[in-house]
């Protein structure tokens, strides 16, 4: 917001502090789009973060000046923060690692937060890295530094070297990792299918178990995010605007004042009553993700439920500027509170990636996405996934991804020029 220059923090943050006191040297600070809550990278004091691989395309948000930064190699490791997709969406369409962890692990406590006051699906920070290995040297040494004796929110669970090395799950040597191959919302691009099955293809090869994830009410868990999230956003946007004169930018328009998107601001913020309605819909929607996810120790053949997730980051390899509204695969694992880290694949080959004929479509936006590839626009664009893990399990997270990193380029998967 123009309304907030020239306030400088009289402090750092608790997590910057434990950096610098590490060793870390901050010295560039990177774009965020207007209201810090959107998924294109834009506002009225820097203007427009391009993505670091063609600048028709989006860096996403809302840390995209941070994955552009990160994805340039103009830093090895970057910090951004995450409601809904905010690290895992510009660290996939920089084709970097990024790590959405559950709320607590690392410290937030100082962090300028757009959604502040909102608790029940609340903003975690994490690292955007080159390398598989940063975001387990960033995550181990913030967490070894007691930070929650510096963040009264912060998690008391210290760094467990047991549950990194994956001990109780016979040490990874044989996990059982499942695909999400579509949420049911939007049936992703050819290039997103090609990485779950090249994911696949590499864990079968070093001998673990793949089988199938079933989606369960992956669109009521997205409209309780719209619905808890967004839910004084309105206000909030509002009052920070007025406070200086400056135009809201068309894309994060209230409904009413600008031509059609896809989403856009809510017009009125929620009463209590209404978030407290959403709030209860959280609570069983984890308490029901939860069952879901037990239930699959009868699939695996480990005598255990499933190790991790494999899903999309999002539909598609990047989007082209302006067109990025949808984030269903990333924010449900908001709503769950389940840590998620992308993974990179490769790149979009547009002799391979050829747009695959559809006659059925879940919805009209399935149908609109469909419509909407090209391989030639989207040719050499990144293609990332993410693995999720359940609530507060970051070592086996960092671990689980590592051995899927291992296994891709190990089955000569060359993303890395």
């Keep these: 917001y123009v309304s907030r220059v020239g306030k400088v923090a009289q402090k750092n943050a608790v997590l910057v502090e434990i950096l610098v006191s590490l060793g870390a040297v901050p010295y560039v600070k990177t774009n965020s ?15 427009r973060t391009s993505s670091p691989f063609n600048r028709s395309f989006t860096s996403s948000g809302s840390s995209g000046g941070e994955g552009s ?15 809904g997709g905010s690290i895992r969406s510009p ?28 608790n029940s699906i609340k903003t975690v920070a994490g690292p955007l890295t080159t390398s598989i290995e940063g975001v387990k040297i960033l995550v181990k040494s913030v967490i070894q530094q007691q930070p929650w004796l ?18 109780d799950r016979n040490r990874g040597e044989r996990l059982c990792f499942a695909i999400m191959w579509n949420d049911e919302i939007t049936f992703p691009h050819p290039p997103i299918t090609r990485a779950l099955e090249m994911a696949k293809s590499a864990l079968v090869k070093a001998g673990h178990r793949v089988i199938d994830w079933k989606p369960l009410k992956h669109i009521e868990l997205s409209r309780c ?7 004084g956003l309105a206000d909030e946007a509002k009052i920070d605007i007025e406070l200086s004169g400056e135009p809201l930018i068309e894309h994060m328009a209230l409904e009413g004042q600008t031509p059609e998107s896809y989403r856009k601001l809510p017009a009125e913020s929620k009463s ?43 539909h598609s390899a990047g989007m082209p500027h302006g067109k990025n ?27 391979v990636d050829k747009k695959v004929p559809r006659d059925t479509f879940f919805n009209s936006r399935d149908k609109k996405v469909y419509e909407a590839y090209n391989p030639d626009v989207w040719n050499n664009a990144p293609i990332v996934v993410q693995l999720v893990g359940r609530t507060l399990e970051e ?22 020029q």
């Design 33 to 47: 789009p207007q209201t810090v809550m959107w998924s294109e990278t834009m506002n009225n004091l820097f203007g």
């Design 69 to 83: 930064l990160v994805g340039f190699r103009g830093s090895p490791l970057g910090i951004g923060t995450d409601i």
């Design 91 to 118: 660290a996939a369409y920089a084709g970097l690692y990024g790590l959405r962890s559950s709320y607590g692990r690392l410290p937030f406590a100082g962090i300028d937060d757009a959604a502040d006051g909102q």
């Design 150 to 167: 510096k963040d009264p929110l912060a998690a008391r669970k210290p760094w467990n070297e047991e549950e990194y090395k994956l001990i």
């Design 225 to 231: 995010w719209d619905d808890i999230v967004y839910s």
């Design 272 to 314: 209590a009553y209404e978030v407290w309605q959403a709030q209860k819909r959280q609570r069983t929607l984890r308490e029901e993700y939860l069952q879901h996810w037990n239930e699959t120790v009868s699939s695996t053949g480990t005598g255990r439920a499933v190790d991790g997730i494999i899903a999309p980051v999002s």
């Design 325 to 351: 509204y949808l984030y269903d695969y990333t924010d449900v694992w908001n709503v769950l509170d389940y840590p998620a880290l992308t993974i990179p694949v490769g790149k979009v080959d547009s002799r």
């Design 395 to 416: 070592e086996a997270v960092v671990a689980m991804s590592e051995i899927v990193d291992a296994a891709l380029k190990s089955a000569a998967v060359d993303f890395k």
